[in-house]
Every structure is written in structure tokens, then in C-alpha cells.
Nanobody, 126 residues
Framework: QVLLVESGGGSVQPGGSLRLSCAASESLDKRTCMGWFRQAPGKEREAVATFDSDGSSRYANSVNERFTASKDNAKNTLYLQMDSLKPEDTAMYSC????????????????????WGQGTQVTVSS
């Protein structure tokens, strides 16, 4: 069983920044596709970003050029740097991972990922 543990959430004013971390119990250096998802109250969980083992990434239009995903293989940790935060970014953010199935570039749905963390809350308000 793969464990994913998120951290770094909190409350921030609009325009502020946060960096989320997702620590994995397994190595992330081969064939790993990682994702960040979020779920706001009353809404479905949506993809925010995916990060492939080759370093390529994909972002939702709503966060493109504001959020940046990165990975530290030595620490088995995925990050999400979130800048210029907006109130509509308020949600529970979860990381996800998989080592098989569809290519990472084709993986964007919750059902495409096998392992999930518990999430970390991000609140953006003035």
C-alpha cells in the first residue's frame, strides 16, 4: 500500500502564495505519474496538475501560469507552488499517484489514479 501525505495548506489572502507538499512512501523516480486535485464545497473533485516521471507537467486552465508542480526524487516528494492565489482556489487539495495504466499525459480524471492522500485545506480570503 502506497501512502501519500500532503502538507502545506493554510489560510492566505488573495494574491498570496502557498507551497503544498506530498510525501510518498514509495520511490517516485520511475514510471510515476503524480497529480494534484482539489475539491471545493459542493463541487466535484477536479484536476489541477499532473506531473510525469520525465518532468513534463500539465495544468488546468484555471491555474496555468500561477501554479507550478515539481518533484524531488531524493525525498520522494511532489510539490505544488501556488502563486497569485484567488478566493476561487479555496478547496481541499489532494495528491494522487499511479505507476501503471494510461500514459500520464492522458490521465486527468480521478479514476485514472490509484493512490490518494488525505488532503490539505487551502483557504483564500481577505
Amino acid at each position: 500500500q502506497v501512502l501519500l501525505v500532503e502538507s502545506g495548506g493554510g489560510s492566505v489572502q488573495p494574491g498570496g502564495s502557498l507551497r503544498l507538499s506530498c510525501a510518498a512512501s514509495e520511490s517516485l523516480d520511475k514510471r510515476t505519474c503524480m497529480g494534484w486535485f482539489r475539491q471545493a464545497p459542493g463541487k466535484e473533485r477536479e484536476a489541477v496538475a499532473t506531473f510525469d516521471s520525465d518532468g513534463s507537467s500539465r495544468y488546468a486552465n484555471s491555474v496555468n501560469e500561477r501554479f507550478t508542480a515539481s518533484k524531488d526524487n531524493a525525498k520522494n516528494t511532489l510539490y505544488l507552488q501556488m502563486d497569485s492565489l484567488k478566493p476561487e482556489d479555496t478547496a481541499m487539495y489532494s495528491c494522487a499517484a499511479k505507476w501503471s495504466g494510461l500514459p500520464c499525459r492522458e490521465s486527468w480524471s480521478t479514476g485514472d489514479f490509484k493512490y490518494w492522500g488525505q488532503g490539505t485545506q487551502v483557504t483564500v480570503s481577505s
